[in-house]
């Protein structure tokens, strides 16, 4: 694997360097010695962030940690990325990565057993009136969801707010 590592607002020490190597090596079992792991750390406030991304053909294994100490997201951002790998192997294999150069064969080929399948229990279907972002939010906080889905009165696109952390909304809008 190469393991390509930026910071954004911390310096990157020889020994963050090093954390990160060692605990991404864990996944080499996977993946083929050409596939790219990009890595961004980062600090905002007291928050010490980690982001790894893995383009796999045509999509993205990514996972994102915070914590307060550098090397604790380090660490679970391994496992992290470990556990959707497994979970997600059945659909890797029907999606067919097995081609993909990216993966190691014998992780594709491994049986590991029972895997977790995915399975939709409930449909929800229900009238969307148009509305700006802002009382698309109003709305999700009155029903007390965390997220809230809705047709933007600007764009009369389908568009989703969500909870973010810190008591802040996102914003998600189609991409034509």
């Known amino acids: 694997m190469k393991i390509k590592i ?6 990157l020490t020889e020994g963050l360097k090093t954390a990160v190597e060692n605990k991404l090596n864990k996944l080499e079992k996977y993946f083929t010695p050409e596939t790219e792991v ?3 750390l980062s600090v905002e406030k007291e928050r010490q962030k980690i982001e790894v991304t893995i383009p796999v053909k ?3 294994i990514r996972s994102e940690q915070v914590s307060d100490d550098m090397y ?5 951002v391994e ?6 790998l497994k979970k997600y192997k059945a659909k890797l294999v029907t999606k067919h990565h ?3 150069p990216v993966f190691k064969r014998e992780f594709l080929e491994e049986d590991t057993g029972s ?9 929800k279907k229900f009238d969307m009136k148009p509305m700006y972002p802002e009382d698309a939010c109003v709305e999700m906080e009155l029903l007390g969801h965390d ?3 809705f047709i933007n009165a600007e764009t009369e696109e389908v568009n989703v707010v969500y909870k973010r952390k810190g008591n802040t909304y996102g914003l998600i809008e189609p991409e034509c």
């Open 6 to 11: 930026t910071g954004k607002n911390i310096e």
């Open 38 to 40: 990009h890595v961004t």
């Open 58 to 60: 045509g999509s993205y």
């Open 72 to 76: 604790v997201s380090i660490d679970l």
């Open 79 to 84: 496992e992290v990325i470990e556990r959707q």
């Open 98 to 100: 097995s081609e993909s």
């Open 115 to 123: 895997e977790e399948e995915i399975r939709i229990i409930r449909s």
């Open 147 to 149: 997220f809230f889905v």
